[in-house]
C-alpha cells in the first residue's frame, strides 16, 4: 500500500504535519502543539546588549535546529554548520550542558567560538556560565523563564549576545 503524501500548502496539515502531538501516559494522554515552527532570523529577538553577527546568526539558527531533534533539557553547541557537542536527557539543563561539553572534549573538539541552543530557557544563569566557560559566544534560547532578567544580565556580565526565539522545543 502506499500513502500519497499531501501536495503542500500553507498550514501544517497540508504539508502532512501533525499539529498536535499524543503521547500516553499512565491511564490517560498528553496532548500538547506540535514542534512545527520553522525559524527565522528576523524571528529572534536580541536580548542583550552585544548583537551576534552575521555568522554567529546562522550558527544559531542551525543549532536550533539540531536542537529540535535532541530531546529532554538539549544543550547543542555548533560552529560553521557543525555540530560539536551535545547534551540532553538529564533532569538539569545544567548536566546538559555539562556533558555536551564532557562529549566535544572525548572528541578531541574545541567549543571556542561557539553558538549554543537550549531547547527552552535557562532557568538559572549557572547553564549560560557554564557554557560561557566552554567557549560558547552566542546563545538562543525560547525565553519565558521568571528568571530571563537574571540570565541576560549574566550574558551581558560574560559579553555573549544571546537571542529569544519566543518558541520552544522542549515537549514532554
Not at 55 to 63: I, Y
Not at 96 to 110: C, D, Q, T, W
Not at 119 to 126: C, I, K, L, S, W
Amino acid at each position: 500500500m502506499q500513502i500519497d503524501l499531501p501536495p503542500g500548502g500553507n498550514t501544517d496539515w497540508a504539508r502532512g504535519q501533525n499539529t498536535v502531538d499524543i503521547k500516553r501516559i499512565g491511564s490517560g494522554v498528553l496532548m500538547q502543539t506540535a514542534d512545527n515552527h520553522v525559524l527565522q532570523a528576523s524571528d529572534l529577538k536580541v536580548v542583550t546588549h552585544k548583537q551576534p553577527t552575521p555568522q554567529q546568526v546562522e550558527d544559531l539558527l542551525f543549532a536550533w535546529k539540531v536542537a529540535k531533534f535532541v530531546k529532554s533539557n538539549a544543550i547543542v553547541f555548533c560552529r560553521d554548520g557543525m555540530t560539536m557537542g551535545v547534551g540532553a536527557g538529564q533532569m538539569s539543563r545544567l548536566d546538559s550542558a555539562r556533558i555536551a561539553a564532557i562529549k566535544a572534549g572525548h572528541a578531541n573538539l574545541s567549543l571556542q567560538g561557539t553558538a549554543v541552543a537550549s531547547d527552552a530557557f535557562f532557568p538559572f544563569r549557572d547553564g549560560l556560565d557554564v557554557v560561557v566557560d566552554e567557549g560558547a559566544t552566542c546563545v538562543i534560547q525560547p525565553g519565558g523563564s521568571m528568571r530571563d532578567p537574571e540570565v541576560i544580565e549574566a550574558a551581558n556580565e560574560r559579553g555573549v549576545a544571546m537571542v529569544f526565539t519566543g518558541v520552544r522545543h522542549f515537549r514532554h
